[in-house]
């Protein structure tokens, strides 16, 4: 239902559910390209950390950004123990 929507730049949808709440869905084309110059600089910083060791284990999961990269190849070899 919401991924069917038209996407034009400034327009809202609002949907009512059963219980009384409403779902508002926003299309922002400012808002989608602030989006992905963030993620695309997190993205290089999570790798740029990766290729210098800075990695730990506390950084590695799969939420964020990081879910993009691939840290097997990054980490000693002690490390990669964990991941699995």
């Known amino acids: 239902m919401i991924l069917s ?3 034009k730049d400034r327009v809202y949808h609002e949907y009512k559910r059963q ?5 508002i869905v926003y299309y922002s084309e400012k808002r989608i390209t602030k989006d992905a110059y963030r993620r695309d600089s997190g993205i290089a910083r999570l790798r ?3 290729k ?3 990695i730990t284990k506390q950084q ?3 939420r964020g950004y990081n879910k993009f990269i691939n ?3 990054c980490l000693h070899r002690s ?3 964990f991941l699995v």
């Open 60 to 62: 590695v999961n799969k």
């Open 71 to 73: 840290y097997g190849s």
């Open 52 to 54: 210098s060791g800075h």
């Open 19 to 23: 219980n009384g709440e409403r779902i």
């Open 5 to 7: 929507l038209d996407k």
């Open 48 to 50: 740029e950390a990766c």
């Open 79 to 81: 490390q990669q123990a």
